[in-house]
């Protein structure tokens, strides 16, 4: 089973700034996008944002503006730089690359980030 390895997270105040790290094997003919999502507690996983093999990207409409998803030239290292944050973007953190049917999808060991107020 292949886990995508994450760092970064941890703890800010409100307004402050967090980059989270994930290091994700480069597109295949399988992947077609690299992504983030996160888990509250008591809530759903949900989306944050992905990139796509061209480099176009997509936020989740409570992120956009603020978060900023990237890839290293080699397109082997995922990024995202989360600006301006809120206590209500606390949660778990988890990259992804998304897979093609007939393709298996991998996550990340996901990472804590706490934004208190």
């Known amino acids: 089973q292949v886990q995508l390895e994450q760092s970064g997270g941890g703890s800010v105040q409100a307004g402050g700034s967090l980059r989270l790290s994930c290091a994700a094997p480069g597109f295949t003919n399988c992947v077609y996008a690299k992504s983030w999502y996160r888990q509250a507690p008591g809530k759903e996983r949900e989306f944050v944002s992905h990139?796509?093999?061209?480099?176009?990207?997509y936020y989740a409409d409570d992120v956009k503006g603020r978060f900023t998803i990237s890839l290293d030239n080699a397109k082997e290292n995922l990024y995202l730089q989360m600006n301006s944050l809120k206590p209500e973007d606390t949660a778990m953190y988890y990259c992804?690359?998304?897979?093609?049917?007939?393709?298996?999808?991998?996550w990340g060991q996901g990472t804590q980030v706490t934004v208190s107020s």
């Open positions: 992804k690359t998304e897979a093609l049917a007939g393709c298996t999808s991998y």
């Open positions: 990139i796509l093999r061209d480099g176009t990207t």
